[in-house]
């Protein structure tokens, strides 16, 4: 690619059930989010520009806390916006919707403002470690399409990814014998139970899930070839979807992926990280995340004040 990679950061969410902004919620010692820490990561990587998507609802919140700090990084910060409205012509929004549509939603909202470059998504309020971030930067410079689009994303440990707090929503990958995605299993109710990791699908039964299962975290890598394709699944999905339920249809990343796949268009190299995850799903998990940060401070991985 002759351009460098973009990141894109998910930062649109309200956190229902966090119960507050999760994307600016400090967890540093001098106020940092999340965020902030994939940034300063990113930025180690290669990454030199970020495009932020967030919601013109919390657009004061936001610059008055992490866009301020950011304004001392040396990435290039970029704002998208994802509003309910955007969305294609001919089209109304439903009286009874209250949100936007979803995170390919969110991503094409920032179509114009990726460009033309390759680039990866993530989420605002995941930790995801450093490895990630250097494994995607690399795997981007090198992408081409060929035959098929040449897509990527990074993989974690399923064990490294869950929480005592609650379930959570993972996203089961297949791979083939070449280590390319096959399928993904959306699995929206993942607990641990009695030291057993396990999901259902209706509240009652439950099937278990071995800790080195490989899932997503929504950690995308992407061509340029991407938008195209979102903007002409999107359009599809709000004519012949968004009307079987139009309160709470979603129009995910991974769905399209998958579609792509099992088109033949895509194929997407599934990277791993070693890596644990942190995240605050819950306001519970807190605590947790800011104990890690600060261990991780003391042992030299970052500095006291990501941004000086």
Not at 68 to 91: F, H, N, T, V, W
Not at 134 to 161: P, R, W
Not at 281 to 295: F, G, H, M, N
């Amino acid at each position: 690619m002759s351009q460098k990679p973009v990141l894109v950061v998910m930062a649109a969410g309200m956190g229902s059930r966090y119960g507050g902004l999760k994307q600016i919620d400090p967890v540093g010692s001098h106020g940092e989010a999340i965020l902030d820490y994939s940034l300063f990561d990113a930025y180690e990587a290669g990454f030199e520009t970020a495009v932020i998507i967030i919601k013109e609802a919390i657009r004061a919140d936001f610059m008055d806390t992490v866009g301020k700090r950011l304004e001392r990084s040396p990435m290039e910060i970029r704002y998208a916006y994802q509003e309910i409205d955007k969305i294609p012509d001919g089209i109304t929004v439903p009286e009874c919707r209250k949100k936007p549509w979803g995170t390919g939603h969110a991503v094409l909202c920032a179509a114009d403002v990726i460009g033309d470059a390759p680039f990866a998504v993530i989420n605002s309020d995941d930790y995801y470690g450093k490895s990630a971030f250097k494994t995607i930067y690399q795997a981007l410079c090198n992408a081409e399409d060929g035959e098929k689009y040449n897509y990527c994303m990074v993989g974690y440990e399923l064990g490294k990814t869950v929480t005592l707090s609650g379930s959570v929503a993972r996203g089961v990958c297949v791979t083939d014998d070449n280590g390319y995605l096959s399928d993904i299993h959306e699995r929206t109710r993942i607990e641990v139970r009695d030291g057993i990791i396990a999901f259902t699908e209706d509240g009652e039964n439950w099937t278990e899930l071995a800790p080195e299962t490989t899932v997503s975290m929504n950690t995308w890598g992407f061509t340029p070839s991407f938008l195209k394709e979102l903007g002409g699944k999107f359009a599809t999905f709000m004519a012949e979807e968004m009307p079987k339920n139009p309160e709470k249809a979603e129009f995910f990343l991974p769905f399209v992926v998958a579609e792509l796949l099992a088109e033949g268009k895509a194929q997407a190299k599934v990277l791993h990280s070693p890596d644990k995850w942190y995240g605050i799903t819950y306001a519970a998990d807190k605590p947790q995340v800011v104990a890690a940060l600060q261990s991780m401070t003391a042992e030299g991985k970052y500095p006291e004040g990501l941004w000086g």
